[in-house]
C-alpha cells in the first residue's frame, strides 16, 4: 500500500481545510486509517482514527472539530478541519494499519495564522 496525503496549507485560524489521502493498493477497506500530526519539536500525535468498520477516535483537543472519515470506493480517507487554530500548526501524516504493520504517507504541511 502507498499513501498520497494532500489538501495541506496556510490557512487563518477558525478557518477549515480538508485533508485527503490516497491508498493505492487492495487492502485500504480492511485497514484502519490514522492521521497523526507533529509541529516543530514536538514528538508525533495521533490526531484521528478510522477502524475498518467505521468507527472513529480523536484527539481530546480536536474533538468537536476535527472529523475523519473514508471512502472504501475510492480508497481514500479524509480528514475535516474545522474551526482551525494556531496550535494546529503541524505536519500531517496519513497512515494505514493492518495486521500490525503500519504504512506511512508523506506528511502535508497545515499552517494556521492569527
Known amino acids: 500500500v502507498q499513501l498520497q496525503a494532500s489538501g495541506g496549507g496556510l490557512v487563518q485560524a477558525g478557518g477549515s481545510l480538508k485533508l485527503s489521502c490516497a491508498a493505492s493498493?487492495?487492502?485500504?477497506?480492511?485497514?484502519?486509517m490514522r492521521w497523526y500530526r507533529q509541529a516543530p519539536e514536538k514528538q508525533r500525535e495521533l490526531v484521528a482514527l478510522?477502524?475498518?468498520?467505521?468507527?472513529?477516535n480523536y484527539l481530546d483537543s480536536v474533538k468537536g472539530r476535527f472529523t475523519i472519515s473514508r471512502d472504501n470506493a475510492k480508497n481514500t480517507a479524509y480528514l475535516q478541519m474545522n474551526l482551525l487554530k494556531v496550535e494546529d500548526t503541524a505536519v500531517y501524516y496519513c497512515?494505514?494499519?493492518?495486521?500490525?504493520?503500519?504504512?506511512w504517507g508523506q506528511g502535508t504541511q497545515v499552517t494556521v495564522s492569527s
Open positions: 497512515a494505514a494499519f493492518l495486521g500490525g504493520v503500519m504504512v
Open positions: 478510522i477502524t475498518s468498520g467505521g468507527s472513529t
Open positions: 493498493g487492495s487492502i485500504f477497506t480492511g485497514s484502519g
